[in-house]
Protein backbone atom coordinates (compact mmCIF):
# COMPACT_ATOMS: atom_id res chain seq x y z
CA UNK A 1 0.00 0.00 0.00
CA UNK A 2 2.86 2.22 0.87
CA UNK A 3 3.94 1.77 -2.60
CA UNK A 4 0.89 2.75 -3.99
CA UNK A 5 0.66 5.90 -1.73
CA UNK A 6 4.02 6.83 -3.10
CA UNK A 7 2.80 6.45 -6.52
CA UNK A 8 0.08 8.63 -5.94
CA UNK A 9 2.02 11.21 -4.59
CA UNK A 10 4.61 11.36 -7.52
CA UNK A 11 1.91 11.24 -9.96
CA UNK A 12 1.33 14.75 -9.96
CA UNK A 13 4.78 16.16 -10.11
CA UNK A 14 3.56 19.84 -10.18
CA UNK A 15 1.94 19.84 -6.81
CA UNK A 16 4.62 17.60 -5.38
CA UNK A 17 6.88 19.70 -6.42
CA UNK A 18 4.62 22.78 -4.67
CA UNK A 19 5.06 21.05 -1.58
CA UNK A 20 8.45 19.85 -1.31
CA UNK A 21 9.37 23.94 -2.10
CA UNK A 22 7.12 25.05 0.43
CA UNK A 23 8.40 22.96 2.63
CA UNK A 24 11.83 23.84 1.63
CA UNK A 25 11.42 27.33 1.41
CA UNK A 26 10.10 27.48 5.06
CA UNK A 27 13.20 25.40 6.18
CA UNK A 28 15.71 27.68 4.25
CA UNK A 29 13.88 30.49 5.52
CA UNK A 30 14.13 29.58 9.52
CA UNK A 31 17.80 28.03 8.84
CA UNK A 32 19.08 31.30 6.72
CA UNK A 33 17.89 34.14 9.17
CA UNK A 34 17.98 32.46 12.37
CA UNK A 35 21.72 31.38 11.38
CA UNK A 36 22.51 35.09 10.44
CA UNK A 37 20.23 35.90 13.33
CA UNK A 38 22.68 33.84 15.65
CA UNK A 39 25.72 34.82 14.05
CA UNK A 40 25.06 38.84 14.43
CA UNK A 41 24.48 37.65 18.09
CA UNK A 42 27.47 35.87 18.61
CA UNK A 43 29.76 39.20 16.95
CA UNK A 44 28.57 41.41 20.27
CA UNK A 45 30.55 39.19 22.18
CA UNK A 46 32.95 38.16 19.83
CA UNK A 47 35.79 40.09 21.45
CA UNK A 48 35.32 38.46 24.97
CA UNK A 49 35.45 35.50 22.63
CA UNK A 50 38.85 36.19 21.58
CA UNK A 51 40.51 36.12 24.68
CA UNK A 52 40.34 33.02 26.36
CA UNK A 53 43.13 33.96 28.67
CA UNK A 54 40.86 36.76 31.00
CA UNK A 55 38.38 35.11 32.44
CA UNK A 56 37.12 38.45 34.09
CA UNK A 57 36.19 41.67 32.16
CA UNK A 58 36.44 44.97 34.54
CA UNK A 59 34.97 47.88 33.12
CA UNK A 60 33.28 51.88 33.95
CA UNK A 61 29.68 51.25 36.08
CA UNK A 62 28.15 52.72 33.89
CA UNK A 63 29.23 50.33 30.53
CA UNK A 64 26.72 47.95 29.42
CA UNK A 65 28.11 46.48 26.28
CA UNK A 66 31.72 46.48 24.24
CA UNK A 67 30.29 48.75 21.91
CA UNK A 68 30.05 51.99 24.52
CA UNK A 69 32.83 52.19 26.34
CA UNK A 70 33.88 54.64 29.09
CA UNK A 71 37.60 55.20 29.87
CA UNK A 72 38.92 54.47 33.32
CA UNK A 73 41.38 56.00 35.22
CA UNK A 74 45.56 54.66 34.06
CA UNK A 75 45.34 54.20 38.54
CA UNK A 76 42.58 51.47 38.34
CA UNK A 77 44.86 48.72 36.90
CA UNK A 78 47.41 49.01 40.09
CA UNK A 79 44.14 48.82 42.39
CA UNK A 80 42.97 45.95 40.61
CA UNK A 81 45.95 44.18 40.49
CA UNK A 82 46.10 44.73 44.28
CA UNK A 83 42.63 42.46 44.80
CA UNK A 84 43.43 39.38 46.21
CA UNK A 85 42.58 36.70 43.81
CA UNK A 86 43.35 38.66 40.94
CA UNK A 87 46.47 36.38 38.67
CA UNK A 88 47.34 39.38 36.94
CA UNK A 89 45.52 42.35 35.40
CA UNK A 90 46.16 43.89 31.85
CA UNK A 91 45.04 47.15 30.29
CA UNK A 92 42.77 47.21 27.24
CA UNK A 93 42.38 49.61 25.20
CA UNK A 94 39.09 49.93 22.17
CA UNK A 95 38.18 52.38 19.67
CA UNK A 96 37.15 52.99 16.40
CA UNK A 97 39.22 54.60 13.81
CA UNK A 98 38.88 55.75 10.45
CA UNK A 99 41.32 54.33 7.81
CA UNK A 100 42.12 55.40 4.23
CA UNK A 101 42.22 51.87 2.42
CA UNK A 102 44.03 51.42 -0.81
CA UNK A 103 41.95 52.92 -3.23
CA UNK A 104 41.46 55.90 -1.15
CA UNK A 105 38.13 55.08 0.35
CA UNK A 106 37.49 55.86 4.05
CA UNK A 107 36.48 53.04 6.29
CA UNK A 108 35.37 52.68 9.72
CA UNK A 109 37.38 50.00 11.78
CA UNK A 110 38.00 48.37 15.60
CA UNK A 111 40.85 49.50 16.69
CA UNK A 112 42.49 47.10 20.14
CA UNK A 113 45.24 48.24 21.73
CA UNK A 114 46.33 44.80 23.56
CA UNK A 115 49.14 44.88 26.81
CA UNK A 116 52.91 45.86 25.40
CA UNK A 117 54.47 43.53 27.04
CA UNK A 118 52.15 40.08 27.35
CA UNK A 119 50.00 41.25 24.16
CA UNK A 120 47.26 39.84 26.18
CA UNK A 121 44.16 41.17 24.37
CA UNK A 122 45.32 39.81 20.62
CA UNK A 123 44.10 36.54 19.28
CA UNK A 124 46.39 33.88 19.95
CA UNK A 125 45.74 32.44 15.73
CA UNK A 126 48.20 34.26 13.99
CA UNK A 127 48.04 33.40 9.83
CA UNK A 128 51.05 35.23 9.29
CA UNK A 129 53.74 37.04 11.28
CA UNK A 130 54.28 36.89 14.73
CA UNK A 131 53.28 38.25 18.14
CA UNK A 132 56.87 40.04 18.16
CA UNK A 133 56.31 41.75 15.17
CA UNK A 134 54.12 43.58 16.30
CA UNK A 135 56.49 44.74 18.88
CA UNK A 136 58.01 47.00 16.05
CA UNK A 137 57.15 51.04 15.33
CA UNK A 138 54.20 51.21 13.30
CA UNK A 139 52.98 47.93 13.69
CA UNK A 140 49.60 47.04 13.47
CA UNK A 141 48.07 43.53 12.88
CA UNK A 142 45.02 42.86 11.26
CA UNK A 143 42.08 40.58 11.63
CA UNK A 144 41.94 37.75 8.39
CA UNK A 145 38.47 39.32 7.50
CA UNK A 146 39.47 42.68 7.78
CA UNK A 147 42.61 42.23 5.20
CA UNK A 148 39.93 40.59 2.83
CA UNK A 149 37.77 43.86 2.92
CA UNK A 150 40.39 46.59 2.90
CA UNK A 151 42.89 44.82 0.40
CA UNK A 152 39.96 43.22 -1.88
CA UNK A 153 40.59 40.32 -4.28
CA UNK A 154 44.66 40.58 -2.98
CA UNK A 155 45.95 37.93 -1.34
CA UNK A 156 46.98 38.18 2.60
CA UNK A 157 50.34 39.80 2.74
CA UNK A 158 52.69 41.31 5.22
CA UNK A 159 54.25 44.78 4.87
CA UNK A 160 51.18 46.91 3.38
CA UNK A 161 50.44 50.77 5.28
CA UNK A 162 47.32 52.16 5.77
CA UNK A 163 46.43 55.75 6.82
CA UNK A 164 45.02 54.98 10.99
CA UNK A 165 43.21 58.32 11.87
CA UNK A 166 45.39 59.83 9.36
CA UNK A 167 48.48 57.82 11.27
CA UNK A 168 50.61 55.78 9.34
CA UNK A 169 50.53 52.08 10.45
CA UNK A 170 52.12 49.03 9.25
CA UNK A 171 50.61 45.50 8.93
CA UNK A 172 53.21 43.33 10.32
CA UNK A 173 50.89 40.49 11.14
CA UNK A 174 47.31 38.92 9.71
CA UNK A 175 44.86 37.38 12.65
CA UNK A 176 42.37 34.76 12.61
CA UNK A 177 39.58 36.27 14.70
CA UNK A 178 35.77 36.72 15.28
CA UNK A 179 33.74 39.11 13.12
CA UNK A 180 32.29 42.01 15.16
CA UNK A 181 29.51 43.26 15.41
CA UNK A 182 29.85 47.26 14.22
CA UNK A 183 32.72 46.67 11.39
CA UNK A 184 34.38 43.51 9.97
CA UNK A 185 37.73 44.94 10.18
CA UNK A 186 39.84 44.93 13.29
CA UNK A 187 43.43 46.37 13.55
CA UNK A 188 45.42 45.06 16.67
CA UNK A 189 48.19 46.77 18.07
CA UNK A 190 50.36 47.47 21.27
CA UNK A 191 48.12 49.45 23.97
CA UNK A 192 50.76 52.30 23.90
CA UNK A 193 50.46 52.67 20.18
CA UNK A 194 47.19 52.61 20.23
CA UNK A 195 46.89 55.12 22.40
CA UNK A 196 49.38 56.99 19.99
CA UNK A 197 46.31 56.73 16.84
CA UNK A 198 44.20 58.43 19.16
CA UNK A 199 45.92 61.50 20.50
CA UNK A 200 43.29 61.59 23.26
CA UNK A 201 46.24 62.01 25.98
CA UNK A 202 45.51 59.94 29.19
CA UNK A 203 43.03 57.77 31.01
CA UNK A 204 42.13 55.99 27.64
CA UNK A 205 41.97 52.60 29.31
CA UNK A 206 39.00 50.68 28.05
CA UNK A 207 38.64 47.54 30.29
CA UNK A 208 40.84 45.92 32.61
CA UNK A 209 41.54 42.00 31.70
CA UNK A 210 41.56 39.92 34.33
CA UNK A 211 42.48 36.58 35.15
CA UNK A 212 41.72 35.13 38.73
CA UNK A 213 43.72 32.67 40.66
CA UNK A 214 43.19 29.05 40.19
CA UNK A 215 42.29 28.90 44.29
CA UNK A 216 39.97 31.01 43.90
CA UNK A 217 36.52 31.34 41.86
CA UNK A 218 35.88 34.19 39.49
CA UNK A 219 32.72 35.06 40.96
CA UNK A 220 34.57 35.50 44.24
CA UNK A 221 36.66 37.83 42.50
CA UNK A 222 34.58 39.87 40.64
CA UNK A 223 32.71 40.50 44.27
CA UNK A 224 36.12 41.70 45.66
CA UNK A 225 36.98 43.72 42.63
CA UNK A 226 33.69 45.40 42.74
CA UNK A 227 33.75 45.79 46.60
CA UNK A 228 37.59 47.14 46.61
CA UNK A 229 37.30 48.86 43.50
CA UNK A 230 33.59 50.00 42.76
CA UNK A 231 34.12 48.96 39.01
CA UNK A 232 31.96 46.48 37.86
CA UNK A 233 33.55 43.16 37.30
CA UNK A 234 32.09 40.97 34.85
CA UNK A 235 33.13 37.09 34.37
CA UNK A 236 34.06 37.09 31.06
CA UNK A 237 30.29 34.77 29.92
CA UNK A 238 28.32 37.01 31.99
CA UNK A 239 30.26 39.94 30.00
CA UNK A 240 29.33 38.32 27.08
CA UNK A 241 25.96 37.57 28.25
CA UNK A 242 25.65 41.17 28.78
CA UNK A 243 26.22 42.24 25.27
CA UNK A 244 24.01 39.84 23.46
CA UNK A 245 21.53 40.76 25.92
CA UNK A 246 22.08 44.00 24.87
CA UNK A 247 22.11 44.30 21.14
CA UNK A 248 18.40 42.20 21.96
CA UNK A 249 16.99 44.96 23.82
CA UNK A 250 18.05 47.59 21.93
CA UNK A 251 17.76 46.88 18.37
CA UNK A 252 15.14 45.78 15.86
CA UNK A 253 17.03 42.70 14.84
CA UNK A 254 15.17 40.38 16.67
CA UNK A 255 12.11 41.92 15.81
CA UNK A 256 13.31 41.95 11.79
CA UNK A 257 14.58 38.16 12.03
CA UNK A 258 11.98 37.29 13.95
CA UNK A 259 8.96 38.64 11.73
CA UNK A 260 10.97 37.49 8.47
CA UNK A 261 10.82 33.60 10.64
CA UNK A 262 7.35 33.99 11.65
CA UNK A 263 6.92 34.96 7.60
CA UNK A 264 8.47 31.91 6.78
CA UNK A 265 6.92 29.31 9.21
CA UNK A 266 3.50 30.86 8.63
CA UNK A 267 3.70 31.03 4.67
CA UNK A 268 5.16 27.29 4.78
CA UNK A 269 1.66 26.09 6.98
CA UNK A 270 -0.74 27.54 4.54
CA UNK A 271 1.11 27.16 1.61
CA UNK A 272 1.98 23.48 1.90
CA UNK A 273 -1.55 22.94 3.90
CA UNK A 274 -3.38 24.33 1.20
CA UNK A 275 -1.57 22.42 -1.33
CA UNK A 276 -1.59 18.78 1.03
CA UNK A 277 -5.11 19.57 1.27
CA UNK A 278 -5.44 20.55 -2.49
CA UNK A 279 -3.48 16.71 -3.69
CA UNK A 280 -5.75 15.10 -0.96
CA UNK A 281 -8.94 16.35 -2.54
CA UNK A 282 -8.07 15.36 -5.84
CA UNK A 283 -7.50 11.76 -4.77
CA UNK A 284 -10.65 11.67 -2.34
CA UNK A 285 -12.29 9.75 -4.84
CA UNK A 286 -9.44 7.32 -5.11
CA UNK A 287 -9.04 6.73 -1.19
CA UNK A 288 -13.04 6.17 -1.04
CA UNK A 289 -11.93 3.58 -4.21
CA UNK A 290 -9.23 1.81 -1.87
CA UNK A 291 -12.08 1.97 0.96
CA UNK A 292 -14.42 0.79 -0.82
CA UNK A 293 -11.92 -2.20 -1.83
CA UNK A 294 -11.26 -2.76 1.22
CA UNK A 295 -8.50 -0.47 2.78
CA UNK A 296 -8.35 -0.02 6.67
CA UNK A 297 -8.68 3.63 8.04
CA UNK A 298 -5.40 2.49 9.82
CA UNK A 299 -4.20 1.48 6.36
CA UNK A 300 -5.01 5.33 4.84
CA UNK A 301 -4.17 6.98 7.81
CA UNK A 302 -0.46 5.35 6.89
CA UNK A 303 -0.53 6.13 3.17
CA UNK A 304 -1.12 9.79 4.40
CA UNK A 305 1.00 10.04 6.77
CA UNK A 306 3.76 8.36 4.43
CA UNK A 307 3.10 10.96 1.82
CA UNK A 308 3.55 14.02 4.45
CA UNK A 309 6.68 12.44 5.71
CA UNK A 310 8.04 12.03 2.10
CA UNK A 311 7.08 15.53 1.23
CA UNK A 312 8.06 16.98 4.31
CA UNK A 313 11.80 14.90 4.61
CA UNK A 314 12.85 16.03 0.90
CA UNK A 315 11.80 19.24 1.45
CA UNK A 316 13.56 19.94 4.86
CA UNK A 317 16.84 18.25 2.50
CA UNK A 318 16.61 20.49 0.38
CA UNK A 319 15.60 23.67 2.40
CA UNK A 320 18.60 22.90 4.83
CA UNK A 321 21.07 21.96 1.84
CA UNK A 322 19.93 25.31 0.15
CA UNK A 323 20.93 26.83 3.79
CA UNK A 324 24.21 25.00 4.14
CA UNK A 325 25.04 26.35 -0.01
CA UNK A 326 23.83 29.51 1.27
CA UNK A 327 26.62 29.83 4.66
CA UNK A 328 29.13 28.50 2.33
CA UNK A 329 29.30 30.62 -0.08
CA UNK A 330 28.34 33.78 1.79
CA UNK A 331 30.74 32.84 4.22
CA UNK A 332 33.60 33.25 1.87
CA UNK A 333 32.57 37.31 1.86
CA UNK A 334 33.95 39.30 4.87
CA UNK A 335 30.63 40.85 5.83
CA UNK A 336 29.26 37.14 5.71
CA UNK A 337 32.37 36.04 7.95
CA UNK A 338 31.03 33.77 11.42
CA UNK A 339 27.68 33.05 10.13
CA UNK A 340 27.11 29.72 10.25
CA UNK A 341 24.76 26.87 10.55
CA UNK A 342 24.02 25.75 14.04
CA UNK A 343 23.20 22.30 14.36
CA UNK A 344 20.78 23.33 16.85
CA UNK A 345 18.97 25.29 14.19
CA UNK A 346 18.95 22.83 11.38
CA UNK A 347 16.75 20.62 14.40
CA UNK A 348 14.99 23.22 15.24
CA UNK A 349 14.02 23.66 11.74
CA UNK A 350 13.24 19.85 11.22
CA UNK A 351 11.14 20.32 13.86
CA UNK A 352 9.17 23.11 12.61
CA UNK A 353 8.81 21.41 9.23
CA UNK A 354 7.66 18.02 10.94
CA UNK A 355 5.20 20.38 12.32
CA UNK A 356 3.68 21.79 9.34
CA UNK A 357 3.74 18.55 7.10
CA UNK A 358 1.86 17.34 10.10
CA UNK A 359 -0.46 19.82 10.42
CA UNK A 360 -1.41 19.84 7.00
CA UNK A 361 -1.54 16.11 6.80
CA UNK A 362 -3.91 16.65 9.74
CA UNK A 363 -6.20 18.96 8.38
CA UNK A 364 -6.12 16.70 4.98
CA UNK A 365 -6.42 13.25 7.01
CA UNK A 366 -9.56 14.19 8.34
CA UNK A 367 -11.08 14.12 5.09
CA UNK A 368 -9.86 10.99 4.24
CA UNK A 369 -10.74 9.31 7.13
CA UNK A 370 -14.48 11.00 6.63
CA UNK A 371 -15.19 10.21 3.20
CA UNK A 372 -18.13 7.71 2.70
CA UNK A 373 -16.63 5.06 0.58
CA UNK A 374 -20.17 4.69 -1.22
CA UNK A 375 -19.49 7.81 -3.56
CA UNK A 376 -17.65 5.56 -5.58
CA UNK A 377 -20.61 4.41 -7.03
CA UNK A 378 -22.02 8.04 -8.31
CA UNK A 379 -21.21 8.85 -11.87
CA UNK B 1 -41.07 -18.66 -12.49
CA UNK B 2 -43.92 -17.82 -10.77
CA UNK B 3 -42.84 -14.24 -9.51
CA UNK B 4 -45.95 -12.89 -6.39
CA UNK B 5 -45.24 -9.45 -5.37
CA UNK B 6 -47.11 -8.95 -2.31
CA UNK B 7 -46.65 -6.13 0.49
CA UNK B 8 -47.63 -5.48 4.01
CA UNK B 9 -46.74 -3.73 6.89
CA UNK B 10 -43.61 -3.57 8.88
CA UNK B 11 -43.58 -2.52 12.59
CA UNK B 12 -42.18 0.65 11.55
CA UNK B 13 -45.26 1.16 8.71
CA UNK B 14 -43.24 0.71 6.51
CA UNK B 15 -44.57 -0.26 3.17
CA UNK B 16 -42.73 -3.65 2.07
CA UNK B 17 -42.55 -5.26 -1.10
CA UNK B 18 -42.01 -9.10 -0.74
CA UNK B 19 -40.65 -10.69 -3.51
CA UNK B 20 -41.26 -13.92 -3.39
CA UNK B 21 -39.67 -16.84 -6.09
CA UNK B 22 -40.58 -20.40 -6.33
CA UNK B 23 -37.58 -21.50 -5.24
CA UNK B 24 -36.13 -18.87 -2.44
CA UNK B 25 -37.36 -18.99 0.77
CA UNK B 26 -36.96 -15.58 2.64
CA UNK B 27 -37.14 -17.60 6.69
CA UNK B 28 -33.94 -19.35 5.72
CA UNK B 29 -30.78 -18.37 4.21
CA UNK B 30 -30.14 -21.59 1.89
CA UNK B 31 -26.94 -22.64 0.44
CA UNK B 32 -27.31 -21.19 -3.10
CA UNK B 33 -28.70 -17.95 -2.04
CA UNK B 34 -25.57 -15.30 -1.68
CA UNK B 35 -27.17 -12.43 -0.30
CA UNK B 36 -30.34 -12.07 1.23
CA UNK B 37 -32.17 -8.94 1.61
CA UNK B 38 -34.75 -8.48 4.40
CA UNK B 39 -37.12 -5.58 4.66
CA UNK B 40 -34.88 -3.24 3.10
CA UNK B 41 -35.43 0.58 4.37
CA UNK B 42 -32.67 3.63 3.86
CA UNK B 43 -33.78 7.03 4.62
CA UNK B 44 -31.42 10.17 3.92
CA UNK B 45 -31.66 13.27 6.31
CA UNK B 46 -33.09 13.73 9.05
CA UNK B 47 -36.45 15.49 10.50
CA UNK B 48 -38.06 17.33 7.40
CA UNK B 49 -35.29 16.49 5.00
CA UNK B 50 -35.39 12.93 5.32
CA UNK B 51 -35.64 11.01 1.95
CA UNK B 52 -36.74 7.29 1.47
CA UNK B 53 -34.70 5.99 -0.76
CA UNK B 54 -35.62 2.06 -0.16
CA UNK B 55 -38.82 1.35 1.02
CA UNK B 56 -38.42 -1.79 2.45
CA UNK B 57 -36.99 -4.50 -0.09
CA UNK B 58 -36.41 -8.18 0.05
CA UNK B 59 -34.44 -9.74 -2.34
CA UNK B 60 -32.17 -12.82 -2.88
CA UNK B 61 -29.01 -13.33 -5.00
CA UNK B 62 -27.81 -16.56 -5.80
CA UNK B 63 -24.89 -17.94 -6.43
CA UNK B 64 -23.96 -18.95 -10.28
CA UNK B 65 -26.55 -16.14 -11.23
CA UNK B 66 -25.98 -12.82 -12.76
CA UNK B 67 -28.87 -10.60 -11.25
CA UNK B 68 -29.27 -7.70 -12.48
CA UNK B 69 -30.95 -4.50 -10.62
CA UNK B 70 -32.43 -2.16 -13.40
CA UNK B 71 -34.69 1.00 -13.38
CA UNK B 72 -34.81 4.42 -13.81
CA UNK B 73 -32.24 6.83 -12.20
CA UNK B 74 -33.09 7.80 -8.70
CA UNK B 75 -35.65 4.44 -7.45
CA UNK B 76 -32.62 3.08 -5.23
CA UNK B 77 -30.58 0.45 -7.36
CA UNK B 78 -27.04 2.40 -6.17
CA UNK B 79 -28.31 2.41 -2.48
CA UNK B 80 -29.00 -1.02 -2.44
CA UNK B 81 -25.97 -2.30 -3.83
CA UNK B 82 -23.79 0.02 -1.34
CA UNK B 83 -25.80 -1.53 1.82
CA UNK B 84 -25.10 -5.30 0.04
CA UNK B 85 -21.63 -4.34 -0.07
CA UNK B 86 -21.39 -2.62 3.23
CA UNK B 87 -20.80 0.87 2.48
CA UNK B 88 -23.52 1.87 3.80
CA UNK B 89 -25.98 0.88 6.64
CA UNK B 90 -29.44 0.06 6.16
CA UNK B 91 -32.11 2.52 8.26
CA UNK B 92 -34.11 -0.79 8.64
CA UNK B 93 -33.81 -4.59 7.88
CA UNK B 94 -31.16 -7.11 7.69
CA UNK B 95 -28.50 -7.77 4.77
CA UNK B 96 -27.29 -11.55 5.14
CA UNK B 97 -23.86 -11.36 2.51
CA UNK B 98 -22.49 -14.92 1.86
CA UNK B 99 -23.93 -16.14 5.29
CA UNK B 100 -22.39 -13.13 7.16
CA UNK B 101 -25.45 -10.74 8.56
CA UNK B 102 -23.53 -7.42 8.11
CA UNK B 103 -25.27 -5.96 10.67
CA UNK B 104 -22.77 -8.04 13.17
CA UNK B 105 -19.63 -6.74 11.60
CA UNK B 106 -18.24 -3.80 12.20
CA UNK B 107 -14.80 -1.47 11.72
CA UNK B 108 -12.02 -3.49 10.50
CA UNK B 109 -13.98 -6.87 10.24
CA UNK B 110 -16.21 -5.19 7.85
CA UNK B 111 -13.47 -3.55 5.83
CA UNK B 112 -11.81 -7.34 6.26
CA UNK B 113 -15.13 -9.04 5.27
CA UNK B 114 -15.29 -6.69 1.76
CA UNK B 115 -11.72 -7.10 0.95
CA UNK B 116 -11.92 -10.64 0.62
CA UNK B 117 -15.30 -11.91 -0.34
CA UNK B 118 -16.64 -8.50 -2.77
CA UNK B 119 -15.39 -7.64 -6.04
CA UNK B 120 -16.15 -3.79 -7.71
CA UNK B 121 -17.05 -2.73 -11.05
CA UNK B 122 -17.93 0.87 -11.48
CA UNK B 123 -19.57 2.67 -14.24
CA UNK B 124 -16.50 5.79 -13.73
CA UNK B 125 -14.16 2.75 -13.53
CA UNK B 126 -12.59 4.63 -10.75
CA UNK B 127 -9.21 3.17 -11.69
CA UNK B 128 -5.77 5.22 -9.52
CA UNK B 129 -4.70 7.21 -12.09
CA UNK B 130 -0.95 6.94 -10.75
CA UNK B 131 -1.08 2.96 -11.33
CA UNK B 132 -0.27 1.36 -14.40
CA UNK B 133 -2.79 -1.19 -15.32
CA UNK B 134 -1.36 -4.30 -14.10
CA UNK B 135 -1.11 -2.61 -10.63
CA UNK B 136 -4.77 -1.62 -10.68
CA UNK B 137 -5.60 -4.46 -11.17
CA UNK B 138 -4.04 -5.80 -8.61
CA UNK B 139 -5.02 -3.57 -6.06
CA UNK B 140 -7.54 -5.75 -3.95
CA UNK B 141 -4.42 -8.26 -3.60
CA UNK B 142 -2.09 -5.35 -1.94
CA UNK B 143 -5.01 -4.24 0.00
CA UNK B 144 -5.07 -8.22 1.30
CA UNK B 145 -1.08 -7.69 1.77
CA UNK B 146 0.11 -9.98 -0.74
CA UNK B 147 3.44 -9.48 -2.11
CA UNK B 148 3.83 -6.44 -4.51
CA UNK B 149 5.28 -8.98 -7.15
CA UNK B 150 2.60 -11.92 -6.48
CA UNK B 151 -0.18 -9.52 -6.64
CA UNK B 152 1.16 -8.17 -10.10
CA UNK B 153 1.79 -11.83 -11.71
CA UNK B 154 -1.83 -12.68 -10.79
CA UNK B 155 -3.25 -9.26 -12.26
CA UNK B 156 -1.27 -9.52 -15.06
CA UNK B 157 -2.97 -13.42 -15.19
CA UNK B 158 -6.51 -11.63 -15.68
CA UNK B 159 -5.43 -9.32 -17.68
CA UNK B 160 -4.09 -11.75 -20.42
CA UNK B 161 -7.60 -13.44 -20.04
CA UNK B 162 -9.00 -10.20 -20.87
CA UNK B 163 -7.00 -9.46 -24.02
CA UNK B 164 -5.08 -6.59 -22.98
CA UNK B 165 -2.04 -7.99 -21.29
CA UNK B 166 -0.20 -5.50 -24.08
CA UNK B 167 -1.66 -2.67 -22.23
CA UNK B 168 -0.80 -4.00 -18.47
CA UNK B 169 1.96 -1.27 -18.23
CA UNK B 170 -0.20 1.67 -19.56
CA UNK B 171 -1.97 4.51 -17.13
CA UNK B 172 -5.56 4.55 -17.35
CA UNK B 173 -5.18 7.60 -19.20
CA UNK B 174 -3.33 5.56 -22.11
CA UNK B 175 -6.27 3.21 -22.53
CA UNK B 176 -9.72 3.25 -24.02
CA UNK B 177 -12.68 3.42 -21.97
CA UNK B 178 -13.04 -0.34 -23.00
CA UNK B 179 -9.38 -1.49 -22.19
CA UNK B 180 -9.78 0.75 -18.45
CA UNK B 181 -13.32 -1.48 -18.12
CA UNK B 182 -11.78 -4.53 -19.13
CA UNK B 183 -9.02 -3.70 -15.93
CA UNK B 184 -11.80 -2.51 -14.05
CA UNK B 185 -13.27 -6.25 -14.49
CA UNK B 186 -9.38 -7.57 -13.88
CA UNK B 187 -9.07 -5.87 -10.33
CA UNK B 188 -12.80 -6.91 -9.58
CA UNK B 189 -12.18 -10.29 -10.09
CA UNK B 190 -8.29 -10.87 -9.17
CA UNK B 191 -8.78 -11.94 -5.43
CA UNK B 192 -11.56 -14.43 -6.57
CA UNK B 193 -14.60 -12.26 -4.72
CA UNK B 194 -17.76 -14.56 -4.11
CA UNK B 195 -19.66 -11.75 -4.93
CA UNK B 196 -19.17 -9.03 -8.10
CA UNK B 197 -20.76 -5.98 -7.81
CA UNK B 198 -21.00 -4.18 -11.34
CA UNK B 199 -22.48 -0.20 -11.02
CA UNK B 200 -23.21 0.68 -14.90
CA UNK B 201 -20.36 -1.39 -16.39
CA UNK B 202 -21.73 -0.53 -20.34
CA UNK B 203 -22.83 2.80 -19.41
CA UNK B 204 -20.04 4.76 -20.30
CA UNK B 205 -18.83 2.63 -23.45
CA UNK B 206 -19.92 2.31 -26.79
CA UNK B 207 -22.41 -0.27 -27.62
CA UNK B 208 -19.70 -2.45 -29.04
CA UNK B 209 -17.15 -2.45 -26.47
CA UNK B 210 -20.40 -2.64 -23.85
CA UNK B 211 -21.34 -6.03 -25.35
CA UNK B 212 -17.11 -6.96 -25.44
CA UNK B 213 -16.93 -6.26 -21.61
CA UNK B 214 -20.33 -8.48 -20.82
CA UNK B 215 -19.28 -10.98 -22.34
CA UNK B 216 -15.91 -11.33 -20.71
CA UNK B 217 -17.60 -10.30 -17.37
CA UNK B 218 -20.52 -13.64 -18.15
CA UNK B 219 -17.33 -15.39 -18.87
CA UNK B 220 -14.80 -14.91 -15.96
CA UNK B 221 -17.50 -13.78 -12.90
CA UNK B 222 -19.56 -16.97 -13.38
CA UNK B 223 -19.15 -19.22 -11.59
CA UNK B 224 -21.21 -22.04 -9.13
CA UNK B 225 -19.94 -20.23 -6.18
CA UNK B 226 -20.31 -17.17 -7.27
CA UNK B 227 -23.03 -14.46 -7.41
CA UNK B 228 -23.07 -10.77 -9.63
CA UNK B 229 -25.06 -8.26 -9.60
CA UNK B 230 -25.18 -5.84 -12.09
CA UNK B 231 -26.69 -2.32 -11.85
CA UNK B 232 -27.96 -1.27 -15.30
CA UNK B 233 -29.74 0.99 -17.57
CA UNK B 234 -28.53 -0.60 -20.59
CA UNK B 235 -31.68 -3.36 -21.73
CA UNK B 236 -29.45 -4.16 -24.39
CA UNK B 237 -27.05 -6.34 -22.64
CA UNK B 238 -30.35 -7.76 -20.57
CA UNK B 239 -29.16 -10.76 -22.61
CA UNK B 240 -26.57 -11.56 -20.17
CA UNK B 241 -28.73 -12.11 -17.23
CA UNK B 242 -29.72 -14.85 -15.23
CA UNK B 243 -32.15 -12.83 -13.01
CA UNK B 244 -33.67 -9.09 -13.42
CA UNK B 245 -34.91 -7.20 -10.66
CA UNK B 246 -37.64 -4.26 -11.60
CA UNK B 247 -37.01 -1.74 -9.45
CA UNK B 248 -39.02 1.73 -8.97
CA UNK B 249 -39.72 3.81 -6.41
CA UNK B 250 -37.41 2.34 -3.79
CA UNK B 251 -38.82 -1.02 -4.23
CA UNK B 252 -38.85 -4.34 -6.05
CA UNK B 253 -41.31 -4.39 -8.36
CA UNK B 254 -41.11 -8.45 -9.81
CA UNK B 255 -38.20 -10.50 -10.85
CA UNK B 256 -37.78 -12.38 -13.75
CA UNK B 257 -35.83 -15.11 -14.97
CA UNK B 258 -34.44 -14.70 -18.21
CA UNK B 259 -34.91 -17.68 -20.60
CA UNK B 260 -32.00 -20.12 -20.99
Same mark, same amino acid.
Given at each position: MFRIALKMLFYDSAKYLGLVIGVAFSTLLINQQMGIFLGLLSRAGA????????? +???????? $?????????????????????????????? $???? +??? *?????????????????????????????????????????????????????????????????????????????????????????????????????????????? $???????????????? *?????????????????????????????????? +?????????????? #?????????????????????????????????????????????????????????????????????? +?????????? #??????????????LVIEPAIVFRG | MADVTDFDLDPTGVARTSVLTDTTSLNSVSNSVAVQCKGIVKDFGAGQTKVRVLQGIDLDVRFGERTFLVGPSGCGKTTLISIIAGLLDATVGSVNVLGTNLSSIRGGRLVDFRSKNLGFVFQQFNLLPSLNAAENAAVPLIVQGVAYRRAIVAANDFLEQLGISAHRKKYPNQLSGGQQQRVAIARALVHQPRLVICDEPTASLDAQSGHAVMEMLSTLASSPDRAVIIVTHDSRIYSFADRIAYMADGQVLRIEKTPE
Open positions: IIDDIPEAN +IWVMDPGV $KNLETVFPLRDTELGRVRGVPGVLWAVPYF $KSVA +IIR *TATGELESATLIGADDTSLIGIPPEFVLGSPEDLRRPDAVAVGRDGFDKVWLGEKPSLGKTVELNDRRAVVVAIIKDSPKFTSAITFYTRYSQALSYTNNGRNQLSFLLV $KSSPEVSPEVVVDRIH *TQTGLLALTAADFRARAVQYVIDNTGIPISFGTV +IALGVMVGVSVVAL #MFNLFVLENLRHFAVLKAIGTKNSRLVGMVFLQAAVVGFVGYGLGLGAAASFFEFAGRSPNFAGFYLPWR +IAVASGIVAA #MIIGLASLVALRRV | -
